[in-house]
């Protein structure tokens, strides 16, 4: 049984949650808090598995007891209610850079409360399971992560799985400055140096080498995925000699919030994508919520494409759609980038490039908020190597720069 702690300082709020969650009978809402003093004291007591954390509270807010509980529970997961409002945006990226795992969006502009249990019970259930599905304990953090004990095999090497020849891991359940721009994209004077769906694919495609030319980025991410995409893209040069396109699972207006963050965050230019804008080598193009990000051929030039076609994977944006359109323009000059995430999109992508020879780049289980994305690519035995997610920016740069990593790499099979 997953235990929740509820809080709120609005009561049909708490009221309307615990409802929600009553459908599931692996979950048990073992208790409310009105404001985050509260709360903290009712963690101590009742130790919950989860933690649903409003924003806005009176007497302490959502931020302040977030930051006061990391100090002594650094992996109870805590999934943040956020109004989907620009205030609120911001202040769940705040909450997600402090330390939250996840988010949901308060019902809006649903017409009876019977939809907005349906709302909350859709957004929240499969992050709850997801974020509880391998813990340990109330606040041992996971091997990999800030205060634990390091992940298998070697520092700084990809993840080796004993036991395993090929090195694939247990089947779970759950160009330097001034290089010349890339052929159809525009280039620019580089800066100084400064980050229950589909079907499995039925055959195991052959993956890319991990030698030949890459043309462009593609990186999909889901749960976990703004501090992560921080974490790779403020390692990469504002000179990277290729462009990157980013599908982070968000809302609109989080995603331009995410995206100006990100900006300033990073030496590379980040920007929320918009509809045929030619690709640039060392800028970032995000898919803006609630539309699809594909690239496109329109003569000479590579561009972005926005539409509104029909979410996949429960997803708009979804990372297929994007991997899809990299395949069809990029093909085997594509480094594709799984990150930490939710469900298994960008799984059917991934088959894709992989049968053109791309290589693809799979986040380690260990440190993955969620394993389910790089997962799925990797059980389906698409990832060309599976790399904890600090040593990803540093083999990004050996591969778009046209060398080998100075290191072995540990390749699944």
């Known amino acids: 049984m997953i235990s929740v702690l509820v809080v709120d300082d609005s009561v049909v709020v708490r009221r309307l949650i615990t409802d929600a969650l009553a459908d599931d009978s692996k979950i048990n809402v073992v208790g409310t808090a009105p404001n985050g003093r509260v709360a903290l004291q009712k963690i101590d007591q009742l130790k919950p598995d989860v933690v649903t954390l409003d924003i806005e509270m009176p007497v302490m807010d959502g931020l302040t007891t977030l930051r006061e509980l990391r100090k002594k529970y650094r992996t109870l997961p805590v999934i943040m209610f956020s109004t989907l409002t620009a205030n609120g945006a911001a202040a769940t990226l705040d909450a997600l850079s402090a330390g939250a795992s996840d988010y949901v969006t308060k019902p809006a502009n649903v017409g009876s409360v019977t939809e907005s249990i349906r709302s909350v019970r859709e957004q929240l259930i499969p992050r709850i399971h997801a974020l ?42 759950a160009t330097p400055a001034g290089a010349p721009p890339r052929p159809g994209i525009v280039g620019r004077t580089p800066p100084g140096p400064a980050a229950a ?148 999109d960008g799984r059917n992508g991934c088959a894709e490039l992989a049968r053109s020879g791309a290589e693809i780049v799979a986040q380690d289980e260990a440190t993955s908020v969620v394993w389910g994305m790089p997962g799925a690519v990797t059980n389906a035995g698409l990832a060309s190597v599976v790399l904890p997610l600090d040593d990803i920016s540093n083999h990004v740069l050996t591969r778009v720069n046209g060398g080998r990593a100075a290191r072995s790499m540990e390749v699944i099979r």
């Not at 391998?134 to 700084?156: A, C, I, K, N």
């Open 132 to 173: 509880t599905s391998r813990r340990v304990g109330p606040s041992g953090p996971p091997p990999g992560r800030p205060g634990g004990p390091p992940p298998p095999g070697r520092p700084g090497a990809p993840t080796a799985y004993p036991g395993r020849p090929t090195g694939a891991p247990p089947r779970t359940p």
């Open 197 to 344: 769906g589909p079907a499995r694919p039925p055959t195991a495609p052959a993956r890319g080498s991990g030698t030949g030319k890459i043309d462009v980025l593609a990186i999909g991410c889901s749960t976990g995925g703004p501090d992560a995409l921080t974490r790779v893209m403020s390692k990469l040069p504002g000179s990277l000699p290729v462009p990157v396109v980013v599908v982070q699972h968000m809302p609109p207006v989080f995603t331009k919030m995410f995206a100006e963050r990100l900006d300033r965050n990073c030496p590379l230019t980040v920007v929320e994508a918009v509809s045929d804008t030619p690709l640039e080598a060392g800028t970032v193009y995000v898919a803006p919520g609630d539309f699809h990000l594909e690239v496109q051929r329109q003569g000479t030039t590579i561009s972005t494409k926005l539409h509104t076609g029909p979410p996949e994977n429960f997803c708009r944006p979804a990372v297929d759609v994007l991997f899809r359109s990299v395949n069809r323009v990029f093909g085997k000059s594509t480094l594709a980038v799984i990150l930490t995430g939710m469900g298994h």
